[in-house]
């Protein structure tokens, strides 16, 4: 039986929902009153999800799918669709990281990062619009970055992905306006997660670039100090599902009223500048927070 009817919960669907923004957006959400399918790589490492969802008082159902994969997103979306009849909001968080500058990010990189995070997101949307589009109805959540909107000194490849995703995220906007679905950008800045932990890899093939990735580790040490809960996030996707009055953009955590809304403001000349203090780590922090008004200086 679809979710359309009044006296079924809302099917939400949270993809890469096995930590930190995900898992908080899918409890949250199940807080909230929605049958939320959280979307995992495999159900067996689900055992802290689980443990959150059930000390708060709620379930989220789980579905085995990896985004990466075609067969695998189909064949887990067909599932769901069964499971529930029909999806009404669907929350594409699933993505990784990358780091490196330009030259010395790999191409394998580039491809790996950009197949999560972007054709990732894709490969969900066209599994669930059929039927939102068909009913009428329905939300699509693309979970990006503040680095979708500005570029982040020496992560390449993770920049040029959730840029390529607001980019998507624009585009579908426009194409599903007719058929009453809607389109939201969320933009974190930083908040509580794993990948804070695990996204220290740097290249640093030449050694020309040493400036670059210890201000990209600054700048991750800053995040780490400040960053905020990630259920600050699901209130956000949450906002966006139910408000009468939608945006495109959304922006929260720390940093993100800082940075995304930045990147139509800032002076180019102003950018340059900020790059060419690269070996001068406080001239760069001042510069930083006079551009952004944000501290990125650690004790």
Known sequence: MSSTDANMPQVSVVTGANSGIGRATAIHLAERGHRVIGTVRSIDKATKLNAMAAERGVSVELAELDVAIDESV???FAEILERTGGVDHLVNNAGIGGNGVVEEASSELYH?????????AARCVKAVLPQMRERGSGTIVNIASVA???GAVAQAP???????????????????????????????????????????DIPNVTGAYDGHYRQMLQMYAAGYLNATDPFEVGEVVHEAIVTDEPRLRYHVSWGGDELAPMHDRIDPADWVALGELVDDDAAYAQRFEGIFGLDIRTP
């Open 74 to 76: 189909a064949a887990g």
């Open 112 to 120: 790996d990062v950009y197949n999560v995070n972007v054709v990732g």
């Open 148 to 150: 979708g909107r500005i």
């Open 158 to 200: 993770y920049v040029a992905s959730k840029w390529a995703l607001e980019g998507l995220s624009e585009e579908l906007a426009l194409e599903v306006a007719p058929f009453g679905v809607r389109v939201a950008i969320i933009e974190p800045g930083v908040t509580k997660s794993a990948i804070l932990a695990k996204n220290t």
